[in-house]
């Protein structure tokens, strides 16, 4: 079982930055891809970055490719998205995730852990 808890958002003015960081507990955090996802109200969960366990494999979503930067700590058990340049469509709750498996995935089903969510609000 992993336990993960995330922290950093907030309320950020267009064009702002937000670092946010995910930490993570419960058994080995090295051998897990982890990811983030984002909901906005009355939209689906969607992917936003995920890494893996050894961090030489990176997604991003189209729409924060090259704004966005995922990293991870295994010492520290600590996975972090580093968001640039943020737009109101930015908006949303962002979730950290963890999966079983150490590879990159995108799709929100092939992860079994998820935190509670952090808010990231962006104003224009």
């Known amino acids: 079982q992993v336990q993960l808890v995330e922290s950093g958002g907030g309320l950020v003015q267009a064009g702002g930055s937000l670092r946010l960081s995910c930490a993570a507990s419960?058994?080995?955090?090295?051998?897990?891809?982890m990811g983030w996802f984002r909901q906005a109200p009355g939209k689906e969960r969607e992917f936003v970055a995920a890494i893996s366990w050894s961090g030489r494999g990176i997604s991003y979503a189209a729409s924060v490719k090259g704004r966005f930067t995922i990293s991870r700590d295994n010492a520290k058990n600590t996975v972090y998205l580093r968001m640039n340049s943020l737009k109101p469509e930015d908006t949303a709750v962002y979730y950290c995730?963890?999966?079983?498996?150490?590879?990159?995935?995108?799709?929100?089903?092939?992860?079994?852990?998820w935190g509670q969510g952090t808010q990231v609000t962006v104003s224009s």
């Open positions: 995730a963890a999966r079983r498996n150490s590879t990159v995935v995108v799709a929100t089903t092939a992860f079994e852990y």
């Open positions: 419960g058994r080995t955090f090295s051998n897990n891809a």
